[in-house]
Every structure is written in structure tokens, then in C-alpha cells.
């Protein structure tokens, strides 16, 4: 345990200072009224950086993005509960990819909230389904313990988003310097009998998956499951939404859970699957006629659960394997598709241009289904980058995502793969994309609908065309102009409709200096 | 007690079927997955319309607008507990505007819960802050009863927002007719003893003041209040945030409860305070110092509470009271700001061209300080119209207020006096405005920064030049281009930045058919 003391100052001060002894480095703020005593207390303690959104799912999907590249916890600064509110969404999506995030809200005095003034609200209520500890500070001679709890839960195995409510009365007051004990968190080992038990089950199998998930899903844990499979055959997945993967380069081929309950059944087959970090399959949604979990458990066995060391897990399982190691698994031969320059734009040329163009350690942000199923099915061809998916289904991730992994990763270049249906909600990022001039790529899937519910609607064979359903269904009235909406807040932008163009724009927005907006239309 | 009946259907259809019959005929939506039944029983329900808004606080802010001028209960349609969180800011706002909304929720089939899919969320706890009555859908027989608690809890006195959870496997199943026991809601009658009381209290006045809120806020009660005033003297004032309240044409003057606590308290002076469907006054934050509730109890009589009938009790007190009907009170006389047309715009040359120009029957939908308290300074002297400001402080709401009061009132023109840093929050509102071609003007207060932040942070005299300071109050860089932005979403718009050039932009948006932007440039 290492312990850091800060010197004294007021308690927003002292609270700063606690969590930057803990390890915060970045904030991404939305302030209000009731968190102007942190917002003076920020230029204190400027070695926690401040990021400006003018919207708190920017500050929300940002830092999710930020935790997942950098394995850092960045701070949110949120207005009382409607503030936070507006950041739920992402902290869904954040606690579903168990990112480490401290949410600090600045609510009224407590001598002034039973009053019910305008802006109370219960935010214990609103934060406890996203948070994996939600704190009151009491006491400002608290600050170090209260710090250190929400900072252990954050950054714990598994870990996840925490909230710290501060009264406004607790900031104003002078405090002693604090004690901030950081207990750096620990993933529990797997022990040697499991190891033994996981070795028997994997080579009883006729067929054998390792779907591997979480920290599994590391290079150290795919190419641990690449020998594995060379030594008792089978394939490698990938859970379907993963925080973030790397892929392509020399990395061993990896194929992507399916969606659809029958896709992911037959993909399964009669295979034993083992658990690495990842959870048992099951349908996103429920559908009548299909069960809930798509493996059962007699062909299921859990090599390391999220709280677990599963790349530990796999190294231990491989060399307990015998066998020679077999050649690793070859990718299967990329065939891109064929076109012309002046061929429409469909979602396939699309990657085939950024498999050919992506540069080393690029990190895509992928949202939507229109580009994440071609990019996640070719992926392995490109350059070595790293991916980040929507890990909890709750739409506008994708453009904060990029904004906090660009501020994480500072020398790569992110690009923002994104439907246009998903991007309207936290429009706002490309703001702070301009503001911080980071170097993404942004690349709207314009095909002017919601494709994923039409995708549904279909399975059901309900009627596309009704006007009440289609006007529900169809974004085409008006048709957004994503290059006006990127002008509107400075970011410069192109629209595309062909091949050509769109190499020509990908080109040109992987080397431009800042962001950079491609509107690609799509049928 | 009246009663209506349902055809037979699926549970969806059934459910729309009794919200109709129920009063509910419009449904704001931004569905996902799980509502899609919903969606295609919307296409059997077409008596229940349905706007649709690429963001769901567009959804929650409009149905808020819609029931402050309708008095009806529209719908909104939102996707699980992160969909939801998104309209959480509005529905703030709604629940202290007391306005009567049914958010909808579909909810993963009840089998399907267990399993926790990565949508799955605690939707009870995220809506309970933010509505009167949550109610899950477990029975599809009681589809009748459970609606009639959503909309009784809704349109009760005083009601406010409610959220019905409906999973996937009510909405699937065939129900048979539904029953809808409407029981319209009632409010209490102060009764005759409290009258008497009021009385009392109101002659031996040396000071007094009527505070209206609520329904008292109404004409009839602003008129009720001027009798009073005109018998014995006194002022009478409205609640800080009215959810709506008429103003100008030959309505009685009528002042505005100021914001900071010691202007409430000068404001105040000695007077005895009554009020009518108010709050007591107490101070928006808590400031050291200054005390919570802004008049000791000792001078506070409370006419009528939200819940009792405030029209007849004010109307009740003026019958009881003594005296001829002196001539009502006069407005103060109004003195336009001089100007020449090339003078730089400021917020009071907006106001005064808007008190010119406003057309009669025109609904305003106010938020941000910039315009706000110079509307509601004022508004007596503009021909008859309604203003609707934010009742909770959640910030985004004045755009789809005013898409929710064009469509509850298709004959009035709807201005939209808006800041531009809370405009952010909600812009995707221009889109919906675009779409249904509403007649809304919208005056963008473009100052480039956070006002109100700046305005709290000189009360404790932090550095505002500090540049950490600077950069988390100041959005001029970039600066925002409104008319880029309105233009990305189909909307027409103009910038201005002089009187002149506001003057004729102002004249163009209030005849324009649909709506228009006025980016107005501010100091």
C-alpha cells in the first residue's frame, strides 16, 4: 500500500489533490452552479487537466474512452442529478466495459437540501444502476478515506464507474493536509486445480472454442489462446461488444461472437466453449422461440471470470497442455471488394479503404452495425490498431469515445467509425474534438435511417413501408447535413459518394492535423 | 367516473388503444429495440400521433412543452434505462413544472431479465427521482388498471411526469378488450374557515404581497389577485419559474420573484406574503450566509397549496374582502432603449424589438438568463401571450419546449428566447422543428459563454481570467456557428449583430412558414 499526502487548502482543494495522489490525471468537466468551488479549485491543481464538453455525455463517453485505452481513472465533473443524468448513458456503456471513472457531482449544501429547491434531486438513486460505488462525502476530514474507496472500487478487478457527491459545505471548508491510502487492486489468480480441470475439458472436446473477454482479450491473452489451439485445435473468439481490442498486424486471427441468437447458436455448434474474461453467450434481446443462454452449461466451462488474471489463466492452461506447438492458425486470404472510383459507396469499400490506409496503433472507435460487423470481419488485415465497441447498447458512444482516446493516446491516430442514426446524441463531441484539436478521423455511415431497428422489424415482418413505421424508422426528412453540423462546431469536414472520393478524404483525414469529418452516403 | 372500451389486439395495441381513450394523443419518440411492438402498434393507432427526435430529452422536453400549454398527457416512447436517462434533465424540469406526461419503456421480455443483457438496467431507480408514479406492466389483463394509475397519477393535483415499464412479453401477447376507468382528476377547495383566515391576514397587512404559482398563474387568478391588491392594497408577484403564465396585452401588472437571496429579501421587505399555488420562497442554492427560506414563516400564509383549487380560493378571498374596486394598479410606463439600426445588438434591444413585435397569442418558451429576466421585466408590454420558462434548472429544455407548445398549439407562433450555452444540450430539437415544419422563431443569445457561471463566480470573487477558470466558462473557441448547425439539421437561420439587422431577421422568422434561426451575437 503506498500512502501520498496532499497539503492543506479548502476541501475542493484537498479533494483534488486525494485524487490526483490516487492517480487521476484528467477531468472532463460540465460544470454548474454548485461545482464552482471545484472549478476554482481545478486551476489550483493544474496537474489534473480540464476538458471543456458543452454536453455531459461527451464528459461521460470521454472518459470511458480515456480509462479504456489509458487503464487510468479520469475524473467526470457533472452538474447535481440532471447533469448526471445526462450522463448515463455512457456510464452504462462504461460500466458494462468495467472502466475505471470517478464522477464527482457537486450537489446543494446539506443544510440547504431539505429545502427542496429547484435543482434537488436524488441523485443516489440516479447513479447507483450505473455505479459500482456511489459515496457521500460527510466529513471533509473524510476526504482521504472517502477518495480512496471510490478510487479502489474504480480502478478494482473488475472495476467499473464510481460517483462522489460532494456538498457544496464540504468543499468550502479548510481542511488538514490528507492522507489518500491507494491500495492498487489486484486480480484474484486462478489456481492450479482449475488449470488441471480446464486442461481436461479442452482436451476432451471434439470441438473447442476460447471465447476470451475483458483482460483476456489483451495481445498477451490472444496469442496465450492462439497456443492453446495449435495444441489441441479449435477457434478463438472474441465476445461481441469488447472495451477494447487489439487487432491486426501479426496477432493471431480472431473471430467475432455473433448477434442473432441462431447466428450465435450455429457459430457455437456443438463446441465445449471455455470462459476467458468473457461472460456466457447470450441474446442481446430476448426473442420468443430461442432461449436466453446459447450454450448450456455442460459445454461451458469458466477459465477465469472478469475479476480473475485470465491472461495468467491462458498462459498456465497452454503450458500445461502437451503437444508440440502447431503452426499458428493462418488468417483466412482477404479478398477486398472490386470497384471502380467512381463506383456509390457501400459499407464494404469503406473497409476495404481503411484496411489499406489505417497506420500503426490506431485506435477505432467503432458504433453502429452499419461499419462494426465489416470492420470487426476484416480487421485482422490492417495494421496493428486497437478497437473500442459499445459495450452496453446505449447509443452515443462512439464520438466521445474517440475524443477520450485521442487525449489518452496522444501520438495515435483514432478514427471514429459511426453510424449517423447513433451520432446525433452526443453531437457535441465534435466541439471538443475542434477545442482540443485531436487528430480523429470521424466517419459517418450516412445512410439517413435507423438501420438496426429496420434490421428488426424485418425479423418480425412488420411493414417497412407503413407511413407511421417508416417515419418512425427513417432519418431522411430532412437528410442531416453532418458537414454543416461539423462546420457549426468547428470541425472541418467532406461528403463523399463514391470510392474514389472516399479514398481521397480517408487520405486526407489520417494525416490532417486535427479532426477531421467524412460524411460518406450510403444506400 | 367515465368509462372506455378497447378493441381487441395485441397488448401493444391494446395499451395505445387505452392511452387514447385515456386522453393521450400524441407520443414523442425515439425508440430502440424493445419497443419495436410498440412501434408497429403505432401504425394501428394513428389517432395517437407520433413526432419522432433523433435524442430522447427532444422527446421528454417536448411532451413537458406540449402539456404546459395542452393540459393533455402526451406520451413519449424511450428504450430501456439508458434511453431513458437521456430524458432525465427534461423530466426534472417536467416534475417541477407538475406537467402531466406517460413516458413509455419497453423493457426485455421478463424471461429475458435474468440474464442480464448488456441493456439490461434498473429502470425503476433511474425513473423514480423524476416521476409521480412508475409502474411496471407484469399482467397483460391489467393493461386497463395500470394505465388509468399512470394517467390519474399524471393528471392528478398536481400531477407531473410518470413512467410505465412495459416488457416485451405483454406487448406480445393477445389481450382481450381493455377497460379504462378515467377518473379525471380533481383539485382540493380551500375551504370557507381558511378563506376567513386569509382574510384576516391580508387586512391587518401594512405591506403585503400575493405570490402566485401553479394555477393561480392563470388569467382568472391574475385577475382574482389584482381585486385583492385593489381593495387592500399590495403587489402581487409570480413564483421565480413559472411551468406557463400569460402575460401583457390588459392583464394587471405582475412582478417576478428575483433570483440571488438578498434581492428576494429586499424584494420582500417587510410585506406579508400569501401565496397561491406558490412555494415558499427560498434561495435557488445555498450561500453561506444567507438563509435557505427567504420569508420567516411568521409572515407566510399559504392561500392554496399545488394540490387545492387557487383560482376559486383567490376568487373566494376578493368576495370576502371589503371596499369599492379601486382603479387597478398601472403598469409602469415602458422606455424603450435608444438605438440607432447599426448600434451593436444587446439583450435589451431584443427585447424591446420582441415586445414591438411579438404577434398576439404567441407562446415563448424562455431559458437562459441573457433574455430571461429581461423578457419577464418586460413581457406586460407586449400584446397577450404565454411564457414557459425552466421550472427545475435542467438546462436543454427551452428548444423542445418550444416543439412541444407548436404542436399543442398549431395556430400561435412560438418564439424560442434561447441561450446559446444551454442550446447545446438539446440542438438536435431543430432537426424535429425542421420535420414538422413548426413555427417557431429561434433567438439564439450568442455571447459565447457560460453567463450565469461567470455571474456566480464575480459573487465570490474568483478569477475569471485565471485560465483554467477561463477555459472551463468561456465557449469562444471555437465559437459555435448556430446557423451551421441549423443548417445540419434543415433548419433556415441568419446571424445578426446589430439592431437593425435583428429588427428585420426578427420580422422574416415571425412570418416565415416553419422555423427560423437568428443567431444574435452578443457582448
New interface residues.
Given amino acids: 500500500m503506498e500512502h501520498a499526502e496532499t497539503k492543506s487548502g479548502n476541501g475542493a482543494v484537498a479533494l483534488l489533490k486525494a485524487l490526483h495522489a490516487g492517480g487521476a490525471r484528467i477531468c472532463f468537466?460540465n460544470?454548474?452552479?454548485?461545482e464552482?468551488?471545484l472549478?476554482?479549485a481545478?486551476?489550483d491543481v493544474?496537474e489534473i487537466r480540464?476538458v471543456?464538453a458543452?454536453?455531459e455525455?461527451v464528459c461521460t463517453g470521454a472518459a470511458d474512452g480515456y480509462a479504456r485505452v489509458s487503464g487510468q481513472t479520469p475524473l467526470t465533473l457533472l452538474h447535481?442529478?440532471?447533469?448526471f443524468?445526462?450522463g448515463?448513458?455512457n456510464l452504462?456503456?462504461a460500466r458494462?466495459a468495467r472502466s475505471a471513472i470517478v464522477t464527482i457531482i457537486g450537489d446543494?449544501?446539506s443544510?440547504?437540501l431539505?429545502?427542496d429547491?429547484?435543482?434537488t434531486?436524488?441523485i443516489e438513486?440516479?447513479a447507483?444502476?450505473?455505479s459500482v460505488a456511489v459515496v457521500r462525502m460527510r466529513d471533509p476530514q473524510a476526504i482521504g478515506t472517502d477518495v480512496a474507496r471510490v478510487l479502489e472500487a474504480a480502478a478494482g478487478a473488475p472495476g467499473g464507474p464510481t460517483t462522489l457527491i460532494v456538498p457544496?459545505?464540504i468543499m468550502?471548508v479548510q481542511v488538514d493536509p490528507v492522507t489518500v491510502p491507494v491500495a492498487p487492486p489486484a486480480r484474484r489468480t486462478v489456481g492450479a486445480a482449475h488449470i488441471d480441470k480446464a486442461a481436461e475439458f479442452v482436451t476432451g472436446a471434439q470441438d473447442l472454442i476460447l471465447l476470451l473477454g475483458g483482460d483476456a482479450l489483451t495481445e498477451q491473452g490472444q496469442r496465450a489462446a492462439a497456443d492453446i489451439v495449435a495444441k489441441v485445435g479449435g477457434r478463438v473468439l472474441m465476445e461481441p461488444?469488447p472495451a477494447i481490442v487489439p487487432l491486426g498486424g501479426d496477432l493471431p486471427p480472431i473471430e467475432r461472437q455473433a448477434y442473432f441468437p441462431e447466428d450465435v447458436i450455429r457459430q457455437m455448434g456443438e463446441a465445449r466453449v471455455v470462459l476467458a474474461g468473457a461472460l456466457k453467450p447470450?441474446?442481446?434481446?430476448?426473442y420468443?422461440g430461442f432461449p436466453?443462454?446459447l450454450v448450456p452449461d455442460e459445454r461451458l466451462l469458466c477459465l477465469s471470470d472478469p475479476a480473475e488474471a485470465g491472461v495468467a489463466a491462458l498462459e498456465a492452461l497452454a503450458a500445461r497442455l502437451d503437444g508440440a506447438v502447431a503452426a499458428p492458425a493462418a488468417k483466412a486470404p482477404r479478398r477486398p471488394t472490386a470497384r471502380a472510383p467512381d463506383a456509390p459507396l457501400s459499407a464494404d469499400m469503406i473497409v476495404d479503404s481503411l484496411v489499406q490506409q489505417l497506420p500503426d496503433d490506431a485506435i477505432i472507435s467503432l458504433e453502429g452495425s452499419t461499419l462494426g460487423g465489416p470492420w470487426l470481419r476484416n480487421a485482422g488485415h490492417a495494421r496493428r490498431h486497437r478497437v473500442m465497441t459499445n459495450?452496453?447498447?446505449?447509443?452515443?458512444q462512439g464520438l466521445p469515445c474517440a475524443v477520450g482516446a485521442a487525449l489518452a493516446a496522444p501520438g495515435s491516430r483514432v478514427v471514429s467509425l459511426q453510424s449517423d442514426?447513433s451520432g446525433?446524441?452526443t453531437?457535441?463531441s465534435l466541439?471538443t474534438m475542434?477545442?482540443e484539436k485531436l487528430p480523429v478521423t470521424i466517419i459517418i455511415a450516412a445512410n439517413h435511417r435507423y438501420g438496426?431497428?429496420q434490421t428488426?422489424?424485418n425479423r418480425?415482418e412488420?411493414?417497412l413501408e407503413?407511413?407511421?413505421?417508416a417515419?418512425?424508422?427513417r432519418?431522411d426528412?430532412?437528410?442531416?447535413?453532418?458537414?454543416?453540423?461539423?462546420?457549426?462546431?468547428?470541425v472541418e469536414a467532406v461528403r463523399v459518394t463514391t470510392a474514389g472520393e472516399f479514398d481521397a478524404a480517408l487520405a486526407r483525414g489520417l494525416s490532417h492535423d486535427g479532426p477531421l469529418l467524412i460524411q460518406a452516403e450510403l444506400p
Fill in positions: 468537466a460544470p454548474g452552479t454548485t464552482l468551488t472549478v476554482d481545478l486551476a493544474p480540464s471543456l458543452l454536453f455525455g447535481l442529478g440532471p447533469g443524468g445526462n448515463i448513458a452504462h456503456n458494462r446543494h449544501a443544510w440547504h431539505p429545502y429547491a429547484p435543482l434531486s436524488d438513486s440516479l447507483s444502476p450505473v457544496t459545505d468550502d461488444y447470450i441474446s442481446y434481446f430476448g420468443e436466453s443462454q459495450t452496453g447498447g446505449a447509443i452515443g442514426g446525433h446524441y453531437v457535441q466541439w475542434a477545442r438496426i431497428l428488426e422489424l418480425v412488420a411493414p407503413d407511413p407511421v413505421i417515419s418512425l424508422t432519418l426528412n430532412p437528410r442531416a447535413d453532418w458537414t454543416a453540423l461539423a462546420a457549426g462546431y468547428g
